[in-house]
């Protein structure tokens, strides 16, 4: 592959950076400045700038406003999309996919809500706390997954949820309409919600977040992180994932406790 000029991003680092240098290449076609490119965004030429060389990262809108410009069939907002959603390598778009797919998921999360049970308002509060830009539209997404949990076809959920997670709350009120959400949530057929309480022996659960998706038939299990997801591709790992969750299981309260537990953390934080 030709390497890109000194300033400019290399393309084949990844999706983002691929990005910034087609927006430079398209500018280039359309013979604008980046004056007139920054005029047409309304921002400011060191904007155009800083896109172009990987610093800042393109809106959507902006994407959308200058494909219409320069007439390139939204390939600038398609490529932001890709971009976006195989964030940290080609897993996080296959955990999602897997998501969709799924007859049978299995959770265990220690200090985070689960996303497919998370409110808006939790997380709208973690997309800040990460720096993530255009928090709106994550949330949206976000919570655009939920509806697999009680759509046509809906999978079996289980979730264990260390009871640390109910521990730092980003503020009451939100952490209040949060367990609320779980209560609701723990009435449905489908779902199984069982909380580790804070005085259950140590598990090897606390050594990081883990799903397992069956997939026709097929297995599918990830580590889960701050970053994405790693998917666990070999037999021996994902076996000893499966036992993990064995072990998980024999300390995590059962589903009926696990909803009183739920409804007393609710009267304390509405208090």
């Known amino acids: 592959m030709p390497r890109p000029p000194a300033d400019l991003p290399d393309p084949g680092e990844d999706l983002w950076a691929s990005l910034a240098a087609l927006l430079r290449l398209l500018r280039g076609l359309a013979a604008w400045s980046q004056e007139q490119t920054a005029d047409e965004c309304n921002v400011e030429r060191q904007t155009v700038g800083a896109w172009e060389k990987g610093r800042n990262r393109?809106?959507?809108?902006?994407c959308r406003k200058l494909d219409i410009a320069w007439r390139t069939g939204g390939v600038l907002e398609a490529q932001r999309h890709y971009a976006e959603t195989y964030e940290g390598g080609p897993v996080i778009g296959d955990y999602i996919k897997d998501e969709k797919a799924a007859r049978i998921i299995r959770m265990v999360t220690n200090n985070v809500i689960p996303g497919l049970f998370q409110t808006g308002a939790y997380?709208?509060?973690?997309?800040?706390?990460?720096?993530?830009?255009?928090i709106d539209e994550e949330v949206r997404k976000w919570l655009a997954r939920q509806a697999i949990i009680s759509g046509r076809g809906a999978p079996n959920i289980t979730a264990f949820i260390d009871q640390a997670a109910f521990l730092h709350p980003p503020a009451p009120e939100v952490m209040a309409e949060q367990v609320?959400?779980?209560?609701?949530?723990?009435?449905?057929?489908?779902?199984?919600?069982?909380?580790?309480?804070?005085?259950?022996?140590?598990?090897?659960?606390?050594?990081?977040?883990?799903?397992?998706?069956?997939?026709n038939g097929t297995r599918r299990a990830y580590i889960t992180g701050q970053l994405g997801a790693q998917a666990i591709t070999g037999a021996n790992s994902a076996d000893r994932l499966e036992a993990h969750w064995e072990d998980i299981s024999e300390i995590a309260l059962p589903?009926?406790?696990?909803?009183?537990?739920?409804?007393?953390?609710?009267k304390e934080l509405t208090r």
């Open 58 to 62: 393109i809106a959507r809108e902006h």
């Open 180 to 215: 609320g959400k779980l209560i609701d949530l723990a009435g449905l057929s489908n779902v199984k919600l069982r909380i580790i309480e804070e005085g259950a022996p140590w598990h090897i659960g606390l050594d990081g977040d883990l799903t397992i998706f069956s997939v």
């Open 255 to 266: 589903s009926d406790r696990s909803l009183q537990l739920l409804q007393m953390i609710a």
């Open 123 to 134: 997380a709208r509060a973690l997309f800040k706390a990460r720096g993530i830009q255009e």
